[in-house]
C-alpha cells in the first residue's frame, strides 16, 4: 500500500498524484470517513472529455494489480482531533486486508533540520523493525540517508533521542504504532518548505522510484544525464495551481 | 519560515490545517478554550444527545424507526441557495414544514422554532402537500467541518433511499473559480453542476472542470 501522510507542501499527495497518473492507476474504492474535510470534484486524472466526468472525493482507493500496487490518496486536511481515529481504522484496515506492506510518502520542515542536515541530501527513509529486517540491506545499497532522531530536550546534552517529524502531519503516529503492531512501513520523506512543491513531489517520487522501480527510468545517452521529471505523466488537475489568469486591463 | 525581521513562525499550510496543529502539545490557553467550547456544544445538545438532532414533525413518539418515504430530495445550502427557494419555490400553500435541524457551533445556532426570518441561521426541511415524496431542506446555517458528517447521517438516515433523486444547490464565490481566464472578464453569475454516475437526466449546464472542487457541506 503505497499513501501520502498530509504533510508540508502536501508533497506526499502530489506524488501520489503522479504515481497514480503516470501508472494510469483504476480507482477500485474509496474511504468513507468522517476524519476528512469532505470535498469533491471531477476526476482529477483525465486525459480525455470522456473520461472527465467521473466524481472524485476525499479518500480514495486505486490499484495496479500488474505490480501488486495499492495506492491510497488523500485529499484533505483532517478534521480537528480525528487524525487518530483515522491512523487506527488504517493500519485495522492494512491488517485486516492482508497488505504485506506500507509506504508512506510525507515531508518535513526544512526550516528545522540541524547544521548537519542542511548538508546533503534532503530526502531520508524509515523503516519499521519488521521491513528493516527483508529491506534493510536494498537500503544500504542505495546509499539512502536513516532520519536522524533529536534530543528530547534540545540543549540538554545527555536526554533520549526521539523522533520526531515536524510538519509531518500523521507521519510520526503511523511509524510508531505500525512498529508497536508489528506492521512492515516505510516512510519516505523530504525536507521541504511551503510554496511551488512540485519540484519537490518529481525529487521524492523519484527517490521511491529508486526502491520500488515502479517506472523505468531512462538514461539519455547523448548528454549523460537523467531528465526524470519528464517520464511522470502531471495531472490534469495540476493546472491553475498558482489561480486564474490576469485581467488584461491589468497592463 | 524566517519573516523579515529575522523571527521563524509556522508558515500556514497551503492545506489550510497542517497537521502540526495537531500533533502539538496543546497550550494551557488552549486546552480552556476547547474545554468551554466543548461545554457550550454539550449544552445546546437536545435531549436526545448528540451535537446535532434532527426533529420531523411527522414521527410520533411511537414510531421514532419510521422512515421517510422520499424519491426526490432538494437541499439547499447557503444563504444564496435558501433565498432562491424562498423567492421561487416555498409558498405557506404548497408546502409544509416537516423538520428542522436544531444545531450549535461557534458561528451559529439554530432553534427548533420553524418560524423563522430571512436572516436567521436555520435548517427547515418541507414537503410537498401535493407530493409527499418530495422534501426540500433550507439550510442557511453553517455547519461545522466536524459536524457535516452527522449531519448526512442523521438527515438520509431517516429517509427510505430507494429510488432517491437528490439535487444539492449551493453558492461559491466567482473569485474562487479557478480557469484560464481571469475571472474579471467572466460573465457571473453561473451555473457548473456535479453529478453521479447513477444520475440519467439531463443537467441544466456544463459539469463543473477540474481543478475546481466542492467542499463542506455540499460536498459532504
Redesign the interface.
Known amino acids: 500500500l503505497l499513501q501520502p501522510?498530509?504533510?508540508?507542501?502536501?508533497v506526499g499527495q502530489l506524488a501520489i498524484d503522479l504515481v497514480i497518473s503516470t501508472l494510469d492507476m483504476t480507482k477500485v474504492g474509496y474511504f468513507y470517513t468522517?476524519c476528512l474535510?469532505?470535498?469533491?470534484?471531477?476526476?482529477?486524472y483525465?486525459t480525455a472529455e470522456e473520461n472527465?466526468?467521473?466524481?472524485s472525493?476525499?479518500a480514495e482507493v486505486y490499484s495496479l494489480p500488474s505490480k501488486k500496487l495499492v495506492v491510497l490518496q488523500i485529499r484533505?486536511?483532517?478534521?480537528?482531533?480525528?487524525?487518530r481515529p483515522f491512523c487506527e481504522t488504517l493500519l485495522s484496515w492494512v491488517k485486516s486486508s492482508k497488505c504485506a506492506r506500507v509506504v508512506l510518502l510525507s515531508s518535513s520542515h526544512a526550516?528545522q533540520r540541524d547544521d548537519e542536515q542542511l548538508l546533503g541530501t534532503p530526502l531520508r527513509y524509515l523503516l519499521t523493525p519488521d521491513l528493516e529486517k527483508a529491506v534493510g540491506g536494498r537500503v544500504q545499497e542505495l546509499n539512502w540517508k536513516e532520519m536522524e532522531k533529536v534530543a528530547a530536550y534540545p540543549g540538554i546534552s545527555d536526554t533520549d533521542k526521539v523522533l520526531h517529524i515536524?510538519?509531518?502531519?500523521?507521519t510520526?503516529?503511523l511509524f510508531t504504532e505500525s512498529c508497536s503492531k508489528g506492521i512492515q512501513m516505510a516512510v519516505l520523506l523530504k525536507f521541504c518548505?511551503?510554496g511551488d512543491n512540485i519540484p519537490d513531489a518529481f525529487v521524492l517520487v523519484n527517490y521511491l522510484n529508486e526502491w520500488l522501480q515502479l517506472i523505468k527510468s531512462e538514461v539519455s545517452t547523448s548528454n549523460n544525464s537523467t531528465d526524470p521529471s519528464s517520464q511522470w505523466k502531471i495531472p490534469?488537475?495540476?493546472?491553475?495551481?498558482f489561480?486564474?489568469?490576469?485581467?488584461?486591463?491589468l497592463f | 519560515?524566517?519573516t523579515f525581521f529575522g523571527e521563524?513562525v509556522v508558515?500556514?499550510?497551503?492545506?489550510?490545517?497542517?497537521?502540526?496543529e495537531?500533533?502539538r502539545e496543546e497550550t494551557p490557553e488552549d486546552l480552556e478554550i476547547r474545554r468551554e467550547i466543548e461545554k457550550k456544544r454539550y449544552r445546546h445538545r437536545c435531549s436526545r444527545g448528540g451535537q446535532i438532532d434532527v426533529l420531523w414533525t411527522w414521527k410520533s413518539g411511537g414510531c421514532a424507526e419510521e422512515l421517510l418515504v422520499c424519491s426526490r430530495f432538494i437541499v439547499a445550502i447557503g444563504r444564496n441557495a435558501a433565498a432562491f427557494l424562498s423567492s421561487f419555490i416555498l409558498d405557506s400553500v404548497c408546502w409544509e414544514v416537516v423538520g428542522v435541524v436544531k444545531l450549535w457551533n461557534e458561528w451559529c445556532r439554530t432553534s427548533s422554532t420553524t418560524n423563522v426570518l430571512p436572516t436567521d441561521s436555520f435548517c427547515l426541511f418541507y414537503r410537498l402537500i401535493s407530493d409527499p415524496t418530495v422534501l426540500l431542506c433550507q439550510c442557511s446555517c453553517y455547519v461545522a467541518?466536524?459536524q457535516?458528517?452527522?449531519w448526512l447521517e442523521k438527515v438520509f438516515g431517516s429517509m427510505q433511499k430507494k429510488g432517491l433523486q437528490v439535487t444539492i444547490l449551493s453558492t461559491c464565490p466567482v473569485a474562487d473559480?479557478?480557469?484560464?481566464?481571469?475571472?474579471?472578464?467572466l460573465a457571473s453569475p453561473f451555473l457548473k453542476a456535479?453529478?453521479?454516475?447513477e444520475f440519467q437526466d439531463q443537467v441544466c449546464c456544463p459539469?463543473?472542470?477540474?481543478?475546481?472542487?466542492?467542499?463542506?457541506?455540499?460536498?459532504?
Open positions: 501522510a498530509v504533510s508540508v507542501g502536501n468522517d474535510v469532505p470535498m469533491v470534484g471531477n476526476n482529477p483525465a472527465s466526468t467521473e466524481l472525493i476525499n484533505s486536511p483532517f478534521i480537528k482531533n480525528k487524525y526550516y515536524p510538519g509531518g502531519g500523521i510520526k503516529l518548505s511551503e490534469s488537475s495540476w493546472r491553475l495551481l489561480g486564474n489568469g490576469l485581467p488584461p486591463a | 519560515m524566517a521563524v508558515a500556514p499550510s497551503r492545506a489550510g490545517l497542517d497537521e502540526e495537531e500533533a467541518e466536524d457535516q458528517f452527522q473559480y479557478k480557469t484560464q481566464e481571469s475571472t474579471l472578464t456535479l453529478k453521479t454516475k459539469l463543473l472542470e477540474q481543478p475546481n472542487i466542492v467542499r463542506d457541506l455540499p460536498a459532504a
